[in-house]
């Protein structure tokens, strides 16, 4: 993998970074953490922003240092991350890119990269979370429609969504991973019910969502009837591989803010701190690097492969040290909401859980990296 940057990509960070000097001091203020109807729309006014001045597309269209590049950029400056509409740009978009008919492709990538469609994803059950092919949410086949009934959790972003990438169960004869079907729902369906989930932070960006004989048409299926589980799976290793990307330059960033804010406290007189920032430096540039060979991968096939486990993995962990270790150059304002980091120290207990926990990023690595036989 060549790590170098070519003119023409020289070129695109310098256009680029000049782009976000000129429009980020225009942005309005951020709504606040608990008004979800005005961060959708903060977020989707920012996409549209970077729709019309030709960035919109850079997370599936562009080439994977062009890629890199614009997320180093955009994290660096400080502009908006994509916020709401995740799911859309970073997990049902590029899946339905690779695995969606022409006529898909056309419905529902360009709402998306306007910012005028918000997604959300239906996976995980009360049930069926780390062991996602354990699903029980039950679609049925009347004429041209799918029936469904069932319930998801930690739906992210549900009170806000459009629509939602959804698994569901359409053979249950079948061995588990092999009934499973992917299907796009519109949330204002009739029979969708969403309940809002409060955090341990006091936020509500996840939900449950009941589907009581909720109908959607066939042409809304992604892939074959009862191959589900393999789109999943490309689903996934975007989820896993690439969408994590412009967090490891946030974390980066806030590497150097914790070294800054030990020096201005007297933390910084402490070896053993000093020794714990510099080996998180390593390590966030270690998963640079990392993150580079995955998107490069993912150029080169369409999907990322199992080497965006590893990340997730490292990364999950990766992440706690790092707030954890503000949380000491804090010392008693680590117990401030209000402060910096606070919060984002108690996100970070979820990330690994969230996309698969570390249990199962161990044993896709052990299985599909190593070739070790699975556990009985």
Same mark, same amino acid.
């Given at each position: 993998?060549?790590?170098?940057?070519?003119? $023409?990509?020289?070129?695109?960070?310098?256009?680029?970074?000049?782009? *976000?000097?000129?429009?980020?001091?225009?942005?309005?203020?951020?709504?606040?953490?608990?008004?979800?109807?005005?961060?959708?729309?903060?977020?989707?006014?920012?996409?549209?922003?970077?729709?019309?001045?030709?960035?919109?597309?850079?997370?599936?269209?562009? @080439?994977?240092?062009?890629?890199?590049?614009?997320?180093?950029?955009?994290?660096?400056?400080?502009?908006?991350?994509?916020?709401?509409?995740?799911? &859309?740009?970073?997990?049902?978009?590029?899946?339905?890119?690779?695995?969606?008919?022409?006529?898909?492709?056309? =419905?529902?990538?360009?709402?998306?990269?306007?910012?005028?469609?918000?997604?959300?994803?239906?996976?995980?059950?009360?049930?069926?979370? @780390?062991?996602?092919?354990?699903?029980?949410? =039950?679609?049925?086949?009347?004429?041209?429609?799918?029936?469904?009934?069932?319930?998801?959790?930690?739906?992210?972003?549900?009170?806000?969504?459009? #629509?939602?990438?959804?698994?569901?169960?359409?053979?249950?004869?079948?061995?588990?991973?092999?009934?499973?079907?992917?299907?796009?729902? %519109?949330?204002?369906?009739?029979?969708?019910?969403?309940?809002?989930?409060?955090?341990?932070?006091?936020?509500? $960006?996840?939900?449950?969502?009941?589907? !009581?004989?909720?109908?959607?048409?066939?042409?809304?299926?992604?892939?074959?009837?009862?191959?589900? #589980?393999?789109?999943?799976?490309?689903?996934?290793?975007?989820?896993?591989?690439?969408?994590?990307?412009?967090?490891?330059?946030?974390?980066?960033?806030?590497?150097?803010?914790?070294?800054?804010?030990?020096?201005? +406290?007297?933390?910084?007189?402490?070896?053993?701190?000093?020794?714990?920032? &510099?080996?998180? +430096?390593? $390590?966030?540039?270690?998963?640079?690097?990392?993150?580079?060979? +995955?998107?490069?991968?993912?150029?080169?096939?369409?999907?990322?492969?199992?080497?965006? @486990?590893?990340?997730? *993995? %490292?990364?999950?962990?990766?992440?706690?040290?790092?707030?954890?270790?503000?949380?000491?150059?804090?010392?008693?304002?680590?117990?401030?909401?209000?402060?910096?980091?606070?919060? !984002?120290?108690?996100? @970070?207990?979820?990330?690994?859980?969230?996309?698969?926990?570390?249990?199962?990023? %161990? +044993?896709?690595?052990?299985?599909?990296?190593?070739?070790?036989?699975?556990?009985?």
């Amino acid at each position: 993998m060549d790590l170098t940057y070519t003119p $023409e990509e020289e070129e695109f960070r310098a256009r680029l970074r000049r782009w *976000l000097g000129e429009v980020l001091p225009k942005l309005p203020p951020v709504p606040a953490p608990s008004d979800w109807p005005g961060r959708r729309a903060y977020d989707l006014d920012w996409q549209r922003m970077l729709h019309d001045a030709g960035y919109a597309d850079v997370h599936w269209d562009a @080439s994977p240092t062009t890629r890199l590049i614009y997320l180093e950029e955009t994290e660096l400056a400080g502009a908006p991350y994509v916020g709401a509409n995740f799911v &859309g740009l970073l997990h049902a978009g590029p899946t339905i890119a690779a695995e969606g008919t022409s006529e898909q492709r056309a =419905r529902w990538l360009p709402p998306i990269l306007r910012g005028e469609e918000v997604w959300c994803q239906g996976f995980s059950e009360p049930g069926a979370g @780390s062991d996602l092919a354990a699903l029980r949410t =039950r679609a049925w086949r009347d004429g041209d429609a799918y029936v469904v009934t069932g319930s998801k959790i930690w739906t992210s972003h549900a009170e806000v969504a459009d #629509w939602c990438e959804l698994l569901v169960r359409t053979d249950p004869k079948a061995p588990k991973h092999r009934g499973i079907t992917w299907l796009a729902l %519109r949330m204002d369906a009739p029979g969708v019910t969403v309940r809002p989930l409060r955090t341990l932070a006091g936020s509500t $960006e996840f939900a449950e969502v009941f589907l !009581d004989e909720v109908r959607l048409p066939v042409a809304h299926r992604v892939g074959a009837e009862n191959d589900g #589980w393999r789109v999943t799976m490309v689903t996934l290793s975007f989820e896993r591989g690439t969408a994590f990307v412009g967090e490891v330059v946030a974390c980066r960033r806030v590497l150097r803010e914790l070294a800054a804010r030990a020096r201005g +406290n007297g933390r910084w007189d402490d070896p053993a701190l000093r020794r714990r920032l &510099g080996r998180l +430096n390593a $390590e966030f540039r270690a998963l640079w690097r990392l993150t580079q060979w +995955n998107v490069s991968e993912a150029s080169a096939s369409g999907v990322p492969g199992v080497g965006g @486990s590893v990340f997730k *993995l %490292r990364y999950s962990h990766a992440r706690q040290e790092l707030y954890d270790a503000a949380a000491d150059v804090l010392g008693p304002d680590a117990l401030d909401l209000d402060r910096p980091w606070v919060l !984002d120290r108690l996100s @970070s207990l979820s990330y690994t859980i969230a996309a698969g926990t570390s249990q199962i990023q %161990r +044993n896709i690595v052990a299985e599909r990296i190593l070739g070790l036989p699975k556990g009985r």
